[in-house]
């Protein structure tokens, strides 16, 4: 039952991406439960419903309805909320639980539709036999997708922020005695220097304090953080992980991506041959059509390319004098991103990064930048601005690896 769920589930997926095709009330539930399965047949369509509310922020403020003037406390009613503008306005919003800021994400849309009516701006699914038309706010819809991406971003920026400078952490080392109070990234200096724990570079590094609690239920269960593997003891393990060089996290587990900082540089991400191995045995037919991601890394100043960063800034280096390493070295984690995102923006323009004069070909630009050894280091300033957080390309695989490149 559950594996024709998925397929279902799909299949809606690729109806709503088609102009929202009419569906049938049997494979409506999916609407509302994108993204998981439900094996109930007698579970009505409908919001949401949230088990545990206390994680929404407690506040008063109360908000009108997107399409009427009742008003909700988002925050402490939100199941209230969207039960309200499923049942009277038939608008359904696509995985609500996961929108990183709730009121803001409202705010946004009750505006659009006081400016236009939500017929020219959401696509209707025509549900038989009723013909009851709902208009569903998904991540098909560009504006919706983008605006769950800020918010998101937004979001985790907000919280980096403060556990970088938060002096009032406070956590018991996971390998020693030590009763840890003071900054997180002194923390995550004590786990490498002390134990050779390497968890990436700090300045990546957001939610440590559920990272770090996730880490500690791993250890617990006797697990190996890299391999995985489960041992008898915790003796055992520790000598595992460290004769092996495990002290590591597995990048394969995608169950970490959230504490990377890099991953919410883009909208999306596509699925990895890890992921397809686990939907079980109608994957072939249900990811036929998809392609695998091609990592190849393409140069900042022209169109070379290679599968090794490393090999790619010895490129820069001798064709272009741009040492990426040494020019980059005093920067942090975001400043790099915005750097190579500014240089691929000017590229794009076809814009001198030095001068920003702007020439009629690409070869042209990089024949002047050539002559005149304009492929420099811009001024911090330049492009060290919030609109630089992100890509001038989707999916660019150097912002992937910028903790790869070596001296």
């Known amino acids: 039952m559950v594996k024709n769920f998925q397929r279902q589930g799909i299949q809606l997926r690729r109806n709503m991406s088609h102009n929202l095709q009419s569906i049938d009330s049997g494979s409506v539930r999916f609407i509302v439960f994108l993204g998981y399965v439900r094996s109930s047949r007698t579970k009505m369509f409908g919001p949401l419903s949230f088990k545990d509310s206390s994680s929404q922020a407690e506040s008063n403020e109360v908000a009108p309805c997107l399409l009427c003037p009742i008003t909700f406390n988002l925050n402490t009613n939100f199941p209230s909320f969207l039960k309200h503008i499923f049942e009277e ?46 208009f569903v706010l998904s991540t098909l819809l560009k504006d919706d997708k983008e605006l769950r991406h800020k918010l998101k971003l937004d979001a985790m920026l907000e919280r980096q922020e403060f556990e970088r400078t938060d002096t009032s952490f406070k956590m018991s080392c996971l390998f020693c005695k030590l009763a840890f109070e003071g900054k997180r990234c002194d923390y995550l200096a004590h786990l490498a220097t002390d134990h050779n724990v390497r968890l990436g570079n700090p300045h990546n590094l957001v939610y440590v304090d559920e990272l770090i609690e996730h880490i500690g239920r791993v250890l617990d269960g006797l697990q190996c953080l890299y391999c995985e593997k489960t041992f008898p003891d915790r003796n055992t393990l520790k000598d595992h992980m460290r004769k092996k060089q495990h ?97 691929r923006r000017q590229i794009h323009r076809l814009q001198c990064i030095s001068c920003e004069l702007t020439f009629e070909s690409a ?45």
């Open 247 to 343: 002290k590591r996290i597995n990048p394969t587990n995608r169950l970490y991506d959230k504490y990377y900082a890099s991953n919410y540089l883009e909208d999306c991400r596509s699925p990895s041959l890890n992921d397809l191995s686990k939907l079980g045995e109608n994957s072939d037919e249900e990811y036929a059509d998809w392609k695998d991601v091609d990592d190849t890394i393409t140069c900042l100043y022209c169109g070379h390319s290679d599968k090794d960063i490393n090999k790619l800034c010895l490129h820069m280096s001798s064709k272009h004098r741009f040492n990426f390493y040494d020019l980059t070295k005093h920067l942090d984690f975001y400043q790099r991103v915005k750097l190579v995102n500014y240089i």
């Open 363 to 407: 070869d042209a630009l990089e024949g002047h930048m050539q002559k005149t050894g304009h492929c420099c280091m811009p001024s911090l300033k330049v492009f060290d601005q919030p609109e630089f957080y992100f890509p001038t390309f989707e999916n660019d695989s150097f912002l992937h690896h910028l903790e790869s490149i070596d001296d």
């Open 89 to 134: 306005h038939r608008v359904v919003i696509e995985d609500a639980q996961h929108i990183a800021n709730v009121d803001s994400y409202v705010d946004y849309w009750r505006a659009r539709f006081n400016q236009r009516p939500i017929e020219e701006i959401v696509p209707a699914v025509e549900i038989s036999p009723s013909n009851a038309k709902y």
